[in-house]
């Protein structure tokens, strides 16, 4: 596809777009890497340089607007301020703004704090548990699903694994995973549920909004193990404290325990399923990873540079700064497109072709870049290893179904409908079990 | 103090250098380095921080002896 008017093309909004926003971002790029979208305004960055110095810079970009960017964008006008009256404008007003308490909108020095906290939860202790969870909550949802030859993967194998291995991480008790289960994956009743599911919650509601019914559940976790300590993750977490030694209010480790969970969940899924669609296309590849299974490791991150799951994130330019040649005026909102800085040709050869031996795919920025670098990168880079490797060993072959997306070349499929996130809403595939497995 | 980055376990997220752009910084291969051999009084606290905020574990660091 070849862009005839960049500008008739709104980003944020146009459902071609969704389905493929490469051609959008090249063409962005062929004109500048730091190029102004005409809709809402946003300077979009789609180099990998440029993207590099926005995210090395947070003197100079705010991340209060980070997950919204113009929507709603900030209460009120920036342009014309001057940086003392824009960081003014910030604290006064970065309250309101959406996600506010969340660790990817703070700025130094609250961000350092809360994030020093989540670091303290995921320590490498904990990730090497948990990749061993990984791996057995793999083999048991393989172990129902082989023998169908066929499933949903989105659905059927990687949103449970995704939520279930954040509960494992954080040491949710085995008792209370069906709930964490029905209520964050969204399936509610059809007679399954038990009374018992609803234990400690006396307003079942309230438990059926997820951010509400994890606030709910690690305030009671926290405040419970801060009384009576005992041998387990979750007493770690209560007991985990700021640097410096302060003791968090029970808030600020609910937040970033939810935060765990809203920022592993949809991401990891998306990059499972891209990997697994990849893999359900080329049946060469596959015996090649069947044969070298150390070739996983830069499989996942060719995944992430070809599929970014996160397309990118906004800055706020708190006062006037150049990027790439390019002015950016204080108060400006700027997008950085990971997924654009990804395909950037001057960085990566070739670079809308999956290439297994890339030399330099680990490179990517598909979690970002500087002190918001996406904390969880280890915990998604396990799942997708150990996702892909199971799936791989314990089939002969992986085929995408055509019944569902359509015959080889002329194949349908949908990706989730927003600006931020990259993604397939489902992915239908097929198997045959190996022997013995 | 000194500290030192596992090159097997950089990804190159450079929170550190985000952090302490004194201390590291990422090489035109897009990992970290340490630029200095010895962490300056004023910058510990910081490199500290690094060490925590580390997603890949990758930095450690060694105290001196007496």
């Known amino acids: 596809m070849k ?3 960049i500008d008739a093309i709104n980003f944020f909004t146009d459902r071609d777009v969704v389905a493929d926003p490469f051609p959008y971002f090249a063409a962005l790029r062929e004109q500048c890497p730091v190029r102004r979208e005409p809709h809402h305004n946003v300077m979009m960055v789609t180099g990998y340089e440029e993207a590099l110095a926005v995210y090395s810079a947070p003197e100079s970009f705010s991340s209060c607007t980070s997950v919204t960017g113009p929507f ?3 209460p009120v006008p920036l342009e014309g301020k001057s940086p003392a009256e824009i960081d003014a404008l910030i604290a006064e007003h970065r309250h309101k ?18 994030r020093a906290l989540l670091m303290r939860l995921i320590t490498p202790k904990r990730l090497a548990e948990n990749e061993a969870f990984i791996y057995r909550l793999t083999d048991r949802t393989l172990d129902a699903l082989l023998p169908r030859g066929s499933c949903e993967y989105n659905g059927e194998f990687a949103a449970p694994l995704a939520m279930l291995v954040v509960a494992d991480l954080l040491g949710v008790p085995d008792e209370d995973r069906d709930t964490f289960r029905d209520v964050l994956l969204r399936k509610h009743g059809h007679g399954e549920q038990k009374a018992t599911d609803m234990v400690g919650s006396a307003d079942t509601k309230m438990s059926l909004n997820p951010l509400e019914f994890l ?5 009671e976790y926290i405040t419970e193990r801060r009384a009576n300590p005992r041998e387990d993750v979750l007493t770690s977490l209560a007991n985990a404290k700021f640097p410096g030694g302060a003791t968090p209010e029970v808030i600020d480790v609910v937040r970033v325990a939810a935060n765990l969970f809203a920022a592993g969940q949809e991401t990891t899924v998306r990059l499972l399923s891209a990997g697994v669609k990849i893999l359900a296309e080329d049946q060469a590849l596959q015996e090649r990873l069947r044969a070298s299974p150390d070739l996983l490791g830069n499989f996942v991150e060719e995944t992430l540079r070809l599929e970014s799951p996160v397309k990118g994130d906004f800055r706020l330019a708190r006062c006037p700064v150049q990027i790439g040649g390019v002015d950016i005026p204080a108060g400006t909102t700027v997008m950085v497109l990971n997924g654009a800085a990804n395909r950037d040709p001057r960085m990566f050869k070739d670079p809308d072709n999956f290439d297994l031996e890339r030399a330099n795919a680990r490179q990517q920025m598909a979690f970002g870049r500087g002190i918001h670098s996406c904390p969880g990168a280890p915990l998604a880079r396990a799942e997708a290893r150990i996702g892909f490797r199971r799936l791989l060993e314990r089939t002969r072959n992986i085929r995408i179904s055509d019944r569902h997306h359509g015959p080889a070349g002329a194949r349908r499929y949908e990706y989730v409908p927003t600006f931020i996130l990259r993604g ?4 239908h595939i097929e198997f045959d079990p190996a022997e013995g497995t | 103090m000194r500290v030192q980055i596992d090159d097997g376990r950089c990804k190159g997220h450079g929170t550190c250098c985000g952090l302490c752009p004194q201390i590291f910084e990422l090489t035109s291969d897009g990992y970290a380095r340490v630029l200095v051999s010895e962490i300056p009084p004023e910058a510990q606290e910081l490199v500290q921080t690094a060490v925590e905020q580390c997603p890949e574990g990758a930095i450690s660091i060694e105290e001196d002896g007496f």
């Not at chain 1, 397939?424 to 992915?427: F, G, I, K, P, Y």
């Open chain 1, 72 to 74: 709603p964008g900030f």
């Open chain 1, 424 to 427: 397939l809403t489902q992915l």
């Open chain 1, 3 to 5: 862009i005839a008017d």
């Open chain 1, 97 to 114: 703004l959406p996600m506010n308490d969340q660790l990817p909108t703070l700025d130094p020095p609250s961000h350092t704090a809360s």
């Open chain 1, 215 to 219: 606030y709910q559940r690690f305030s």
